[in-house]
Structures are given as structure tokens and as C-alpha cells.
């Protein structure tokens, strides 16, 4: 949005009069700056309703109706980013502030939307007991566990709506009643939800059997108990660039062993390394997958996604995809406690 001035009132304006600004953009919300357009106060149609009901005066100051303490992001935020924390908050609408608190811009959820969708698909594997996890998944599965108030894989479905994903299967089998219930058919969310309903476990890969179709663009593939604010959409385009069959996430894992190493050759040691520190890229769990892959999945057997990948490393390749934003795998109770944490 780059005219504000229908949606901007001063700090001297009554409720009635960001009342009458809201009616004339019809955004739902006034915007209340001091003469240097720093901004003081957001009015939504709900705050003036609020103070209505509680018999407060039209001609109180708006600035005393609003909130105060509003959320807000900065210039250059990505904005896929924007519409997650929209999507996470239940917001419409989100001011843009400079460093000095002046209002930029206003990015509305139903604008960012309209400007954001990617063809691609999204398939979600949420079908696994969590075992690990011991009583925790007894009555919930794992990607249904809350961080925050939301489920694991709430938080998901807003990344990848975020990012323009609007398309999104969920793979299903141990307690999937659940998240079929939470999601419905995603409408909520601004997405097309379906599932994919394993009568036994198939695995990452061959839950993918079970599409309806096939798509037409690369589709992303996602661990259901991840929490991660990985940029899918510099993923997608790293993958296109490299021109392979697949993708992977990668994500740097820190090993510090505790103990001297020693290196030996034939009862003769070649080297002494006190207590060092290994670096590893493990498997993050998103994956990349090229359309024309997808054909040669089984659908009558386990088939883990790691067998699709090796084949793919004997076709076009697979890529690798460093992940650069915050991850986490909630596979243990401590795993959980600590993402619950962040």
C-alpha cells in the first residue's frame, strides 16, 4: 500500500474521527501519527467497538482507544516473513516502521497474499507416533504438541503460506483425526488443505504415492515436528539454479567430544587431537523434489525418502541447500523443552 493518508490521523483526533477514516479506506484499522509520522496508536474496528461497549465517548482521544503497544516490522522485511507473522498472529494488517519509529508503509494479509502465490505444492509428513517422545504423543501426535499457542504444525502451514505456498497435503496415519479436525480445508489459513491417509506407514517417500495428481512445479516436502523459519523461498530458487532432481536442507550440527582423538595406521599413530570440535551437515528434513521424480515412488511398501534421494544421485543429482534461518527437530522430550523455549 503506498497511500496512507486516507488511513493516517493525527494525535489531537477523537475516536469518531479514526472512526470515519476506517470507513473511508475500508481497511479496518486508522492509523494514529504525531506530526513527524511517527506512529503513536493503531485503531482497529474492534478497539473502537471495545470501547463502545464498555461506555466510553466517541470524543475521547484515539490515540487512548488504540493500541499502544502495536506490532510492527522494519523496512526490507522479507515479506513472506510479514504474512507468517500475520498468519501466526491473526493479524490484517502490520504498519512498517524506519529505525525512528515513522510509519513507511501498511502491508495488509489480504494484499500480500494476492502478490505472493507460488505454484508449487507443499506436502507435510505428520504421520509418524513420536515414540520418542514417551507419554507426551500417547494421546496427541507429535506434530499436534504446542509451541507457543499453536501446534508445531500450525507453525508450518504459516511458513509455507508465508511464503506463498497455498497448496499443502498433509500426510496422515497415527492420530490423524486430529489434524484433520484442526485444519479442515484450510480456508482458515488461506490455503487448499488435503490429505494423504496412510493405511500403514509408507514413509517420507512413499507417502508421496499417494498424491492425487501430479504437479506441475517442484514440490516441497517437510518433517511435521520441525519449527524453523528457513527462507523457502531462496530454497526453491537454489534449486531451480542447480538444475537437479532434488534438494536438501542441510543444517550445520556441532559435535564437541569430550576426550583426545587419536588417529592410528597400522599400530603407529599419526596424529593427537585434544578434545576437538566435529562439523557436520545432517539432513534438516525439507526437501526439494523435481515433478518427474515422483513417478517412480512404490506405493505397497515402506520406502523412506532417503532411497529416493540416492536415486536421484544416480540421475540429475541433489542439491544442497545450507539453512541459514533458526531449526529445530523436536524428535526428543528435551528437543521439545528446548524449542518450546525459543
Known amino acids: 500500500m503506498s497511500d496512507l493518508t486516507q488511513i493516517i490521523v493525527p494525535a489531537t483526533a477523537t475516536a469518531l474521527e479514526a ?25 482497529t474496528d474492534g478497539d473502537l467497538r471495545r470501547a463502545l461497549l464498555g461506555g466510553k465517548s466517541l470524543d475521547l482521544p484515539a490515540v487512548e482507544v488504540g493500541n499502544r503497544r502495536f506490532t510492527s516490522v522494519k523496512p526490507g522485511t522479507p515479506r513472506a516473513d510479514v504474512v507468517a507473522l500475520m498468519l501466526d498472529k491473526s493479524f490484517k494488517s502490520v504498519p512498517v516502521l524506519d529505525e ?31 515414540e520418542r517422545l514417551g507419554e507426551l504423543t500417547q494421546a496427541i501426535p507429535k506434530p499436534m504438541l504446542p509451541i507457543g499457542d499453536k501446534p508445531i504444525i500450525e507453525h508450518i502451514v504459516n511458513l509455507l503460506v508465508g511464503h506463498g505456498i497455498r497448496r499443502i497435503f498433509i500426510s496422515v496415519n497415527y492420530l490423524g483425526r486430529m489434524i ?21 506407514p509408507l514413509g517420507t517417500g512413499g507417502a508421496l504415492s499417494l498424491l492425487p ?6 514440490i516441497l516436502v517437510m518433517n511435521g515436528d520441525l519449527v ?50 566435529l562439523h557436520y551437515a545432517i ?26 534421494l540416492d536415486a536421484c544421485m544416480k540421475g540429475r543429482g541433489l542439491g ?23
Open 19 to 43: 472512526m470515519r477514516a476506517i470507513d473511508r479506506s475500508g481497511l479496518e484499522v486508522a492509523l494514529v501519527c504525531d506530526d513527524a509520522r511517527r506512529l503513536l496508536a493503531v485503531v
Open 228 to 277: 524453523t523459519a528457513v527462507n523457502l523461498g531462496r530454497m526453491l530458487d537454489e534449486h531451480a539454479r542447480l538444475g537437479v532432481d532434488a534438494t536438501v536442507g542441510l543444517r550445520d550440527h556441532v559435535v564437541k567430544v569430550p576426550f583426545g582423538v587419536v588417529e592410528h595406521v597400522g599400530g603407529r599413530v599419526t596424529a593427537l587431537r585434544e578434545k576437538p570440535t
Open 180 to 200: 484433520e479436525d484442526h485444519f479442515g480445508d484450510g480456508s482458515k489459513w488461506r490455503a487448499k488443505i488435503s490429505y494423504l491417509r496412510e493405511d500403514r
Open 283 to 308: 539432513n534438516a528434513g525439507i526437501y526439494c523434489l523435481e515433478p518427474s521424480i515422483l513417478a517412480g515412488i512404490p506405493g505397497d511398501r515402506l520406502y523412506p525418502i532417503t532411497e529416493l
Open 320 to 342: 544442497a541447500f545450507h539453512i541459514q534461518e533458526n531449526w529445530n527437530d523436536v524428535g526428543l522430550p528435551e528437543e521439545y523443552a528446548a524449542a518450546s523455549r525459543r
Open 100 to 130: 525512528q519509529g515513522r510509519l513507511e508503509d501498511l502491508i495488509t494479509l489480504h494484499g500480500a497474499l494476492s502478490t505472493a502465490t507460488r505454484p508449487n505444492w507443499a506436502v507435510i509428513m505428520a504421520g509418524g507416533k513420536g
Open 213 to 218: 495428481e501430479k504437479p506441475t512445479a517442484p
